[in-house]
Nanobody
Framework: QVQLVESGGGLVQTGGSLRLSCAAS????????MGWYRQVPGKERELVAG???????NYADSVQGRFTISRDNAKNTVYLQMNSLKPDDTAVYYC???????????????WGQGTQVTVSS
């Protein structure tokens, strides 16, 4: 099993910054991709940013240029630097880790407990 512990959420004003961290423990040897998702009440969880073991990244259009995802493989930790925050960024942010199950590439998703980010106008 993989355990994910997030930290860094909170309340910030429009235009401010926050940095989220997510530390993975347990069976981390088969994790390939990690990322951040967010969810607001009544809506589906959506991908914010993802990063592979090799460092390739992808972002949602809504955060491109404002958010930066990074990863420290030695520490099994992924970060999300969020700048120029907007009220629309308000959500619960979840850390995700995809663990490879077999040689065919099947994966299993692991989730953190979520951390609240609130951006006031």
């Amino acid at each position: 099993q993989v355990q994910l512990v997030e930290s860094g959420g909170g309340l910030v004003q429009t235009g401010g910054s926050l940095r989220l961290s997510c530390a993975a423990s347990g069976r981390t040897y088969n994790i390939n991709r990690m990322g951040w998702y967010r969810q607001v009440p009544g809506k589906e969880r959506e991908l914010v940013a993802g990063i592979s073991t090799g460092g390739s990244t992808n972002y949602a259009d809504s955060v491109q240029g404002r958010f930066t995802i990074s990863r420290d493989n030695a520490k099994n930790t992924v970060y999300l630097q969020m700048n120029s925050l907007k009220p629309d960024d308000t959500a619960v942010y979840y850390c995700n880790a995809k663990a490879v199950l077999n040689v065919e590439g099947a994966t299993r998703d692991h989730w953190g407990q979520g951390t609240q980010v609130t951006v006031s106008s």
